[in-house]
């Protein structure tokens, strides 16, 4: 099933476009990696699609009310700290908000999504901790925590495991692997090109605003395109656990 689709989507920034007439879908099943160099439009073209910035086009998700919007995707900004002094299960059950009428208590199946959510990433035993007084890579995990709490069909995220430890970041990786096997979707800005490869089920490449490729890990990284759209000297080492990006230089 469709869960998002994006025809021809331009966002300008001033009077240039830093997204460039880009289309693609995104399928239940489908854990898609977003990956580029910086200022390829990674940001744009997810806020863009959210319907978080003016846009050229059309996406599904910026047509809905906000509401419908909020039960259709999560979204996870890069921007991770967090400023008001609330409880960790307090701001995760802040991705309840969508189903809640105003003023009303958690339901237990609202209790349970945050439960839920709290377990996937870890904090069960942060949940009464002030967020504000959590470490910066703690603070993270707990704004993904958020988006999964929304229980939403699709999430995007930009960004989720920069700041997170190499152990944070494969477990992270793997609950949004373990959503797509579960008939959900995810797309997600990754800079990482190796855990991009192992646990994404696609990848889509911008450069310069543009996508340039898009499709499963192996055909989308080569050592060609890493030097063409990173200015890497790259190897892609086939191994049983997948593929693994080894960078040995910068191309001048
Ligand atoms: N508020 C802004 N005003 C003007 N230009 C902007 C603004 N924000 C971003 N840009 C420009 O838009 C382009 C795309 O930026 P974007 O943040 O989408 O890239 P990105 O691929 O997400 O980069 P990164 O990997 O560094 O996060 C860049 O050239 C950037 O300089």
Not at 14 to 27: H, K, L, Q, Y
Not at 60 to 65: G, V
Not at 151 to 161: F, H, K, N, S, V
Not at 175 to 181: G, K, S
Request: aromatic fraction near 4%; charged fraction near 20%.
């Amino acid at each position: 099933m469709t869960l998002l689709n994006v025809q021809n989507l331009t966002v300008k920034r001033g009077e240039c476009p830093v997204v460039d007439r880009a289309s693609f879908n995104i399928s239940s099943g489908e854990c898609v990696g977003l990956i580029g160099p910086n200022g390829a439009g990674k940001t744009s073209l997810l806020r863009g699609a959210m319907g978080l910035l003016p846009f050229e086009g059309t996406s599904t998700l910026a047509d809905l009310s906000p509401r419908h919007r909020a039960a259709q995707a999560a979204w996870l900004p890069q921007t991770r700290e967090i400023a008001w002094p609330m409880s960790v299960e307090r701001i995760v059950a802040l991705g309840r908000l969508p189903y809640l009428a105003r003023g009303a208590r958690l339901s237990p199946a609202d209790q349970s999504a945050v439960d839920a959510a709290l377990t996937r990433m870890g904090l069960q035993n942060f949940r009464t901790r002030l967020a504000t007084a959590l470490s910066g890579g703690e603070q993270a995990r707990v704004l993904i925590a958020r988006t999964l709490a929304q229980d939403t069909p699709l999430l995007m995220a930009d960004e989720p495991i920069a700041g997170l430890d190499p152990a944070a970041q494969i477990a992270t990786l793997q609950v949004f692997e373990t959503l797509a096997q579960e008939g959900r979707a995810a797309l997600t800005s990754l800079h990482d090109l190796t855990l991009a490869a192992r646990y994404c089920t696609r990848l889509i490449m911008m450069r310069a605003g543009s996508i340039i490729a898009d499709g499963p890990p192996r055909d989308v990284l080569t050592p060609d395109s890493l030097a063409d759209v990173f200015r890497l000297k790259a190897d892609v080492i086939d191994t049983p656990l997948g593929l693994v990006v080894q960078p040995w230089g910068v191309i001048a």
